[in-house]
């Protein structure tokens, strides 16, 4: 033991790197949440400001930051002494969006009903502990509502992370939460006490509402997505001003048109062509979030929502095929 830790510590990683559950290297993890703090390619972050944004301490931020830049991961800039995404990141993400037919689909589904509703209508994925704004379509009216593609919206204060919890498996969402309380306590404590009604609201309407919580001013619908491709639940959502749509008007004229559009999104997923982010091999789908909520496929088509059965619902909106919700 005492040589294999010296050998990690001279290839500067430390032994409690690897000391994460199951098989999670703990090091590479780390490294994924270096780089999801340049949140934007302009972005310049110093050590500082990373290990801020991490949490991790600065020390181990250096030798991360040192090992992406030599990756092509990230770039340094002496003058500023801090550091940029780098040009092996770029490639890598444009490689990653060769396959844009789905989502122009996508984005051409959610700007007709953006265009219908004052608000912004988002396709999104998970990301540990936040959700990823892939396509967005958004009313020129839209105030208040500014998220882009590439956007990050946290799960815990927002109506489509709490759609994407309570569509989840027992198990799975207590291994996040768990995970939430131990990294980001105040959001497990806000997301906690909303996730029975929130699994009760997803099994008797096929959506979830959430009034004020990201802001006093928003208002927000969800539904969650099972993605077969990336075998993980995606969501399609929208905010909308609180002034203009309160909850009653959120059941009333902004929930059918946001299932519709959901059944419309679930239909093309399922698809041949359902792949959000080009090809990759057959049988081999890419991984999600980075959360225990992509565990092993334990068994398809199980676990359907026994209170939607009376009613015509998105196609596989509320649908898990591993044994979550």
Known sequence: MGRRSERLSKEGILAGDRAGEGDVIQVVSRAFDVLRCFEGHEARLGNLEISNRCGLPRSTVSRLTH?????????????????RIG?????????????????????????????????????????????????????????????TSGSRIAIASTAAGHAYTAALDDNVAAGLLAEMEREIPESAKLLRP??????????????????????????????????????????????????????KRLHKEVAPRILELSAAIGGLLDGDDGELFGNHPEG??????????????????RNELEAGARRPRPARSIRARDGRR
């Open 67 to 83: 090992t992406l830049t030599r990756m092509g991961q990230l770039v340094y800039l002496p003058r500023d002494q801090k550091y």
């Open 284 to 301: 081999k789908p890419l991984p999600a979030a980075n959360h225990k909520s992509n565990e092993i496929i334990k068994a398809e088509e």
């Open 194 to 247: 909303l996730l029975e009604g929130n699994r009760k609201s997803l099994r008797e309407r096929g959506y979830v509402v959430a009034c004020g919580l990201w802001s006093p001013h928003i208002n927000g619908l969800a539904v969650p997505l099972w993605s077969p491709q990336y075998r993980t639940f995606v969501v399609v959502t929208i905010g909308l001003l609180s002034a203009m749509y309160d909850e």
């Open 87 to 147: 040009p092996s990141a770029v490639a890598m993400s444009t490689s990653m969006m060769r396959g844009l037919k789905l989502r122009n689909l996508i984005r051409l589904r959610l700007q007709e009903v953006a265009e219908q509703l004052p608000g912004t209508v988002g396709f999104v994925i998970p990301d540990r502990f936040h959700l990823v704004y892939l396509e967005v379509g958004r009313a020129p009216n839209a105030l208040g509502l500014s998220s």
